[in-house]
């Protein structure tokens, strides 16, 4: 007689569980870094330049070390005389910590000044008299490339221009031959502009170095520790066991929070220097015009086309400006990310990817924003070029994309660039999708709009992302493997504490791996309390970014509490007297196969752990699991959009917006819903308002929330969300794919591809994001292309 839970109840798979932080983030009881005060605190404030490249001629800093409450004044040639005043970058590059030689980009790190409060430190950075001589400025890889161009990383040997990589990938020969095969070649160019993550949280460190104890405790906003530890253990030649970093609550990261910024360097310096707790906390413009910019990519692609429809071979060259220091933060053994993953869900046969990466007078770039590491910009691109080359052959956008799609039996497919897709349905979550928008009506409805002078437009965008980095194979940080972690401790009563390697930044951790644990014991999800981010208790894993964390440390909870079983059975086994294999599990209880009725729950198992358990077993109810994914996951999506474009103002407004994710099995149906949500409210900013930009000098342009706009919910349009296509991933541990990028990496296209759709018949093929109104309206009134592109032409 079968008591098995209902999962649901105990808050397991599948359960809309209430997110059990926000209890204490809407009591206003969240501790977040600044939150933090330790006794005999100190507050760092940096110095930033105001130019982008100009040499330093020379730094008086003796005015400030002369306010009183200044401690400490940090320039380069300090930073040097310790060997730190540059520091290695995630992609093997060298960024400066604090200036040296040159100023690189606006806003770069200069000084840094310790005081008793942040007023006086930063009124000391004023009094900090550094003589500048200007440089030429460049802001674009065009400029980059050009003849005569001043060499901006001039520190660097074996560095003779401007030019980082040049990367090739794919098969150039077969790819040749297709398009001499094509019916049609269908080209388009693209920007995809420098976008910001913005969260709403700046990054900020307190270090706090013991010299009585050597030990070095730095709480800062980073969504990897672990990393971090190793970073300052390798970089600074601490040791490893005397460093603990603690990532607190934290307010945001999207990518923003996994570098290594030049704050979190000079702080913990500073606290060695001075053996007391220095705190920095950057400001809203310092993050915005230093801090982990993303995208940023020119993309000039064609397609090779047979008449009826089908793509033959793709052809894509990439020009990536990486800003003064190549320090994308990328794990991938490839040069520009997983660029290549574009087009992996249509099958195409042949393909060809080059990309060159160039250095610029900018803040350093190449942050994934809510991404898997360029997979936005593969994606967009993908899209854009589906787009143009249905209106080349004057084939209906969802027909062509269903003719080229991988079909369900042809997983596990192959893509053109060496990924392995294991399953999906991308049919039918575009006929959910056409279904959902009413998609022939509106294609009426648009006809007959047009004859009354009104514009209205229909975008679709399709995507499949890889997610969840590693495996080891092919992803590594500094050479440190990829894979993830789960720490499970069962006390007596069977209560539960988990640890991971994962770090939330507000997708819910504390609440969706409960439920995993729920899923796999029957413990009810909220006996289990779930703890990330401090390095002295939490199993080594790599953090979260990409998308990660439920292939690969939500896969690791799975199996840690699957290896709590394997022993929780032995102990069953003892206390019912039977051997172990006439033992059979229901969810939260073992029972005898043969009498059903005598069985133990997973908390009676618990208690023996610690007070009855058979001769020769260890006691404990506790493990720890590694988890080195096979492959990537691989959710699809489609997103449509409908809007309305007014031709006297170029003002767009969007009608409706229908969303069918299958990112396999959710483990919480509401949070999932709140991710896509999140991510369509990014790319509806990315595609509408978010405009940040450099002007000829290089000077930061939009780098504050009057210029940077992010859409509340005002501004937000609604969305409708379709969860019916469920396709397990076959080798996560209970099925799921990741999901929290997916909608910022599908839904820009949906949108730009609408008010493109709105403007058909005027022979506009392209308006670069974002599509402000002016774009939008200059584009349809000139009949025109709207770069966003460069040449940037200097002010007046
Ligand atoms: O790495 P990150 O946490 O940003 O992304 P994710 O692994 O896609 O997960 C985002 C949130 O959605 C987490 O709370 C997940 O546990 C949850 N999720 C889910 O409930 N079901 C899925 N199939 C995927 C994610």
Avoid at 41 to 65: F, G, V
Avoid at 122 to 139: R, T
Avoid at 338 to 366: E, I, M, Q, W
Wanted: proline share 6%.
């Amino acid at each position: 007689m079968s008591q098995a839970l209902d999962e649901i109840k105990i808050g397991g798979l599948g359960a809309s569980r209430k997110r059990v932080e926000d209890d204490r983030f809407i009591r206003g009881r969240g501790n977040y870094t600044d939150d933090i005060t330790l006794p005999g605190m100190l507050h760092m404030e940096i110095l930033r330049s105001p130019l982008a490249h100009a040499r330093i001629k020379s730094i008086d800093a003796s005015k400030a070390w002369e306010l009183p409450g200044v401690h400490l004044v940090l320039t380069g040639e300090m930073m040097a005389t310790r060997n730190l005043a540059w520091m290695p970058t995630l992609s093997y590059d060298t960024q400066a910590v604090l200036a040296t030689d040159k100023v690189r980009f606006q806003g770069q790190e200069v000084a840094c000044v310790v005081a008793d409060d942040p007023y006086i430190a930063k009124d000391a950075c004023e009094a900090i008299d550094v003589e500048y001589e200007p440089l030429p400025v460049i802001v674009n890889p065009a400029q980059a490339v050009a003849h005569g161009a001043p060499v901006i990383r001039d520190d660097k040997e074996n560095q003779p221009d401007n030019v980082i990589y040049d990367w090739e990938v794919g098969d150039k020969a077969g790819t040749d031959r297709a398009f001499e095969q094509a019916d049609v070649v269908s080209k388009l160019k693209l920007h995809y502009p420098r976008s910001h993550p913005s969260p709403i949280e700046c990054c900020g460190s307190i270090a706090d170095f013991n010299r009585a104890t050597s030990k070095l405790t730095v709480y800062m906003t980073t969504q990897a520790p672990h990393i971090i530890r190793a970073a300052v253990a390798l970089v600074a030649e601490l040791p490893e066991h005397m460093i603990r970093i603690v990532s607190p609550d934290i307010g945001g990261g999207f990518g923003n929070k996994v570098p290594v910024y030049p704050g979190y360097v000079c702080s913990i310096l500073a606290s060695i220097l001075l053996e007391r707790p220095v705190k920095w906390i950057e400001d809203k413009s310092g993050n915005l015009i230093s801090t982990g910019f993303a995208r940023d990519v020119y993309l000039d692609g064609e397609m090779a086309l047979r008449r009826d429809g089908k793509i033959l071979g793709v052809r894509m060259h990439a020009d990536a400006d990486h800003g003064a220091f190549f320090s994308d933060a990328q794990p991938s053994k490839f040069k520009i990310g997983l660029l290549h993953s574009t087009f992996a869900c249509y099958d195409v046969p042949a393909a060809h990817l080059t990309a060159r990466g160039t250095y610029s007078n900018k803040a350093p770039g190449g942050v994934a924003y809510r991404c898997s590491f360029r997979v936005t910009e593969a994606m967009f691109f993908q899209e854009r070029m589906i787009a143009a080359a249905a209106v080349d052959l004057g084939m209906d956008p969802a027909a062509f994309r269903r003719m080229n799609f991988v079909r369900d039996e042809q997983f596990p497919h192959r893509t053109p660039f060496g990924f392995l897709l294991d399953s999906g349905q991308y049919g039918k979550c575009l006929d959910v999708g056409l279904k959902a928008v009413g998609y022939e009506e509106f294609r009426q409805q648009q006809q007959a709009a047009r004859k009354r002078g009104k514009l209205l437009g229909l975008g679709i965008s399709t995507m499949t992302e890889p997610l969840g980095a590693g495996n080891s194979r092919e992803y590594d940080i500094l050479g440190i493997k990829m894979f993830d972690s789960a720490d499970l401790k069962i006390h007596m009563t069977g209560k539960a504490i988990l640890r991971t390697g994962a770090k939330t930044q507000g997708q819910g951790h504390e609440t969706t791996w409960a439920q995993i644990v729920a899923h796999e014991l029957g413990l009810p999800a909220g006996d289990v309390v779930v703890e990330e981010g401090d390095t002295d208790t939490a199993p080594f894993g790599m953090g979260t970014y990409a998308s990660r964390s439920t292939p690969v440390a939500g896969a690791a909870v799975s199996m840690v509490a699957r290896k709590i079983r394997a022993k929780a059975r032995k102990l069953a086994a003892h206390l019912l007297e039977v051997s172990e294999e006439d033992i059979e599990w229901e969810l939260g209880r073992f029972y005898v196969r043969s009498a059903p009725d005598r069985g133990v729950t997973i908390q009676e198992c618990a208690m023996a752990a610690y007070s009855n358990m058979p001769d020769g077993m260890e006691p404990g109810l506790e493990n720890t699991a590694y988890y080195d994914p096979p492959n990537l996951t691989w959710p699809f999506a489609v997103y449509i959009v409908t809007v309305e474009v007014d031709p006297e103002t170029g003002v767009w407004d969007v009608l409706n917006m229908v969303a069918v994710d299958d990112c396999g099995i959710r483990i919480n149906p509401m949070i999932v819903e709140g991710q896509i949500m999140g991510g369509l409210t990014e790319a509806y900013a990315m595609a509408n308002m978010q405009f940040i930009t450099f002007d000829a000098e290089g000077n930061c342009v939009g780098s504050n929330y009057m210029d940077y706009l992010l859409p509340t919910a005002w501004e937000t349009p609604g969305f409708e969300l379709h969860s019916e296509v469920v396709t397990p991933c076959p080798h996560h541990p209970i099925g799921a794919k990741g999901i929290g990028e997916c909608a910022a990496v599908g839904g820009p296209a949906a949108f730009v591809n609408a008010v493109l759709d709105a403007l058909s018949g005027t022979g506009v093929r392209n308006i670069d994001m974002p599509l402000l109104p002016d774009r939008v309206w200059e584009a349809l009134t000139y009949r025109r292309d709207i770069s966003g592109a460069p040449p940037v032409q200097a002010d007046g």
